[in-house]
């Protein structure tokens, strides 16, 4: 076998095999850090999102105040309303 940077007088098979075993071994290095990065990038999504979530529920929680609403600015509950009957 004559290779760009060597020669040696391994039979092919071995030659197949070692090469086989070398892409194999690249492709699932190469798997194992895609998913390491893509590990990493959906913690900092969900981080972002329990955030933005905890944001949100203080946004829209009822504001506890101390001074009373004056009484024009309340609207009538259910039970004032007339019935449309």
């Known amino acids: 076998m004559n290779f760009l940077f060597a020669q040696t007088n391994l039979p092919l098979i071995l030659v197949i095999l070692g090469s086989a075993l070398l892409g194999g071994a690249s492709v699932?290095?190469?798997g194992i850090i895609r998913?390491?990065?893509l590990q990493k990038q959906l913690k900092a999504q969900q981080k972002e999102l329990d955030g933005?979530?905890?944001q949100a529920r203080l946004e829209t929680a009822p504001?506890?105040?101390?001074?009373p609403l004056p009484a024009g600015s309340i609207e009538a509950g259910p039970?004032?309303?007339p019935?449309?009957?």
């Open 28 to 30: 699932g290095l190469f």
């Open 35 to 37: 998913s390491f990065r």
């Open 52 to 54: 933005l979530r905890a």
């Open 63 to 67: 504001v506890l105040a101390d001074d």
């Open 79 to 81: 039970a004032a309303r």
């Open 83 to 85: 019935s449309a009957e």
